[in-house]
């Protein structure tokens, strides 16, 4: 059976769009986002409610520590995976997400490094430490600009990372077409971009981020702490800061939504330039979904 890969931004609704299909083809839900995959932090990360959970079978989403490093080959390995024992069962599977790496890492649109260069990562750990983090982010921008346009600057782990790739000799970067992906396992799958207007998303990420603060965002930003890996999602830089006195509410409310706005458009930017991608509205999924994929 083929696997419906369901991308977008934060806020075009593709959580509440999934289960829906979910319900509907008698399918399975597979996470593609790199923040999700912690435990202990639904709020920021706009995990899929209780209700939700309990509706679809949920996988790949709340799994991991806050502290716990991830990569995309580990993702992809582990999303085969998960989805190879769901077709087993004699399920569908719907892979929903807005982190682009994993989604293209997933299908093998893109190679990876899974290897290390222990000496060159310690060389950027000190050049972090060294300098402010735009500019290890400039750097790597100059080496691969169209990864750095999908990370903060702030977001040191992963702009080593990512540094470390794009600077590492041949010899230790490993062959990507070795890894695990949809492709390498005969998986066949369609993949879908939600098309929301930036107005609506825009307008939705001012009510989300509200809710957020209602719901608790700041108790769970000090209960996650600023060490944690999971801690420079969008939001939680934010709220920390606040906790910190370095800003006050109004302040927090307005770069929470500033940070969110930005990420939503370097999603969109992202994947823009997906391989294969097909742009829909939201009410058009289901019927592509039957054209496309011959689901009943």
């Known amino acids: 059976m083929p696997v419906l890969i369901l991308a977008g931004a934060t806020a075009s609704g593709k959580t509440d769009l999934a289960v829906s299909l979910a319900q509907r083809f008698d399918a399975e839900i597979v996470g593609a986002d790199s923040r999700q995959i912690y435990r202990g932090m639904p709020i920021g990360t706009a995990a899929p409610s209780e209700g939700q959970a309990r509706a679809v079978p949920h996988h790949l989403i709340g799994f991991l520590d806050p502290y716990e490093r991830y990569s995309a080959a580990r993702y992809a390995r582990d999303a085969v995976r998960t989805i190879e024992a769901i077709r087993a069962r004699g399920r569908r599977a719907i892979v929903v997400g807005g982190t682009g790496f994993y989604l293209r890492a997933l299908a093998g649109d893109v190679d990876l490094a899974p290897q290390y260069d222990e000496a060159l990562r310690e060389r950027l750990a000190r050049e972090a430490r060294l300098h402010p983090p735009d500019v290890l982010w400039s750097w790597l921008r100059a080496r691969d600009p169209r990864r750095a346009a999908t990370l903060e600057p702030a977001d040191s782990y ?57 719901q608790g965002l700041l108790d769970e930003a000090e209960r996650i702490g600023a060490a944690a890996v999971a801690a420079n999602a969008v939001g939680y ?27 939503a458009r370097r999603q969109r930017s992202w994947l823009r330039s997906e391989p294969g991608v097909s742009w829909l509205a939201p009410d058009s999924v289901e019927s592509a979904a039957r054209e496309k994929l011959g689901w009943t």
């Open 237 to 263: 830089p934010q709220a920390l800061a606040f906790l910190n006195g370095w800003s006050t509410r109004e302040e927090l409310r307005t770069a929470l939504v500033r940070a969110t706005r930005r990420y």
């Open 158 to 214: 992963r702009v080593i990372r990512a540094l470390e790739v794009a600077l590492a000799a041949p010899s230790t970067r490993g062959d990507g077409a070795a890894g695990v992906t949809l492709r390498s396992a005969r998986i066949p799958f369609v993949k879908v971009a939600l098309d929301v207007p930036l107005a609506t998303i825009d307008a939705r990420i001012d009510a989300r981020t509200d809710v957020m603060l209602a």
